[in-house]
């Protein structure tokens, strides 16, 4: 039977660690990450887990030291944001590449400069491309439940990838909801134990982790990222089809909200879904045909299952939370734009920026972008690509 409980989303994803009981954990605090490290420590002192606490004197050496514990064996996680995720830069890519399965708790915050500690998307987005797997949470119960899922995810023989769970800064991590939480023990079963075939304390096994490796090797590695990334799609939908089964809530790649008969879909990732769905059910009491496709897991990169489901879609807007500089737009609009490109469809698509710095993302905005894209179907406006929304006059 589910524990129904009252937390934030810094507070559930602390419990989620408590419960599953990993070997190590390195962190250094920076806001709005902070009390999930502080959380941990205070049930490690009070004797509710295990865990070896390690301190360390920056973001790059608790990444360093998260991963030597991984390396050597051992389930190893950590926590940051911002600016503590971009002092990883170098480690984030050295654990990919060495096939590492760390789990990171991303609190999302606005990379510097100027100066913000506020929620936008700029930090886990600037390490796409580093080869970590990333699942975004709407609410405080998927933070939740997404770190649970995250090991059996990141663990799997045919992944072996690091993991990033995240969650936006401030508007989930420290807003406190109704969650259902799972019993300890199921936890536990559920996630398992960490038993990885090949580590550096084998002594039956000699080998070297994050060797030099020059021209004629460099490419193969690569490509096994690839295939593992690949692999973790199939994994994904495995463990979250296993994890439906002991708590009654059902996860994707994605989640459509009355996109069935939608002619127009707004395609959103974080806590701003939700605001999106209220204009949604605003606009259906309208009789206007508005749906939300919300993007949970942005690495691997869903594309032909989201084109799939906006093939019948008269007007799509994409909505970035941060900015690439880019002449096509932001991260999640140029490859959703590339996906419904080799899916051979022609739909009127726009691309928007939103909530950058914690800029207010409200109903009403959201009301605003689905007239636009009614007009945008009816031909009766252009579309404006790559519109600051809430930007001051």
Request: glycine share 6%.
């Amino acid at each position: 039977m589910s524990i129904r409980e009252r937390m934030s989303g810094n507070e559930a994803v602390a419990h989620a660690i408590k419960q599953i009981n990993p070997d190590v954990m390195a962190a250094f605090p920076i806001t709005p990450s902070t009390e999930i490290p502080q959380m941990v420590s205070t049930f490690i002192a009070n004797g509710e887990c295990t865990t070896e606490f390690i301190p360390v004197e920056s973001e790059h050496s608790s990444m360093s030291a998260t991963m030597g514990a991984c390396a050597a064996g051992a389930r190893a996680i950590t926590a940051t944001s911002s600016c503590g995720l971009a002092y990883m830069w170098e480690v984030l890519y050295v654990a990919a590449s060495d096939r590492l399965p760390v789990v990171m708790a991303v609190v999302n915050r606005a990379l510097t400069g100027p100066i913000n500690i506020n929620c936008d998307h700029s930090d886990s987005m600037g390490a796409r491309d580093a080869g970590w797997i990333q699942i975004y949470a709407e609410n405080n119960q998927e933070a939740y439940d997404n770190y649970i899922q995250a090991f059996r995810i990141a663990e799997h023989s045919d992944v072996r990838l690091p993991f990033m769970a995240c969650q936006d800064g401030f508007i989930t991590s420290h807003a406190v909801e109704n969650i259902e939480l799972l019993e300890d023990d199921l936890v536990k079963k559920f996630v398992g134990d960490y038993e990885p075939e090949q580590f550096l304390l084998n002594a039956k096994m000699p080998m070297a982790v994050g060797p030099y490796a020059n021209s004629p090797f460099y490419m193969e590695t690569k490509m096994n990222q690839r295939l593992a990334m690949k692999n973790a799609k199939k994994v994904i939908l495995e463990v979250a089809s296993e994890f439906e089964k002991i708590s009654g809530r059902k996860y994707g790649f994605f989640e459509e909200y009355k996109t069935e008969d939608a002619d127009f879909v707004i395609v959103i990732m974080g806590s701003a879904a939700g605001t999106t769905k209220d204009a949604v059910d605003r606009l259906r009491e309208q009789g206007i045909k508005a749906g939300v496709l919300k993007i949970r897991v942005f690495r691997p990169f869903p594309g032909e299952e989201i084109a799939t489901a906006l093939k019948n879609v008269r007007a799509i807007a994409i909505m970035d939370r941060a900015e690439s500089f880019s002449a096509y737009g932001g991260p999640l609009g140029s490859e959703v734009k590339s996906a419904l490109f080799d899916a051979k469809l022609s739909i009127d698509t726009v691309n928007y920026f939103y909530g950058l710095g914690g800029r207010d993302y409200t109903v009403e905005a959201a009301t605003e972008i689905f007239n636009d894209l009614q007009d945008i179907a009816d031909k009766k406006t252009e579309p404006v690509q790559f519109k600051y929304i809430g930007l001051r006059k």
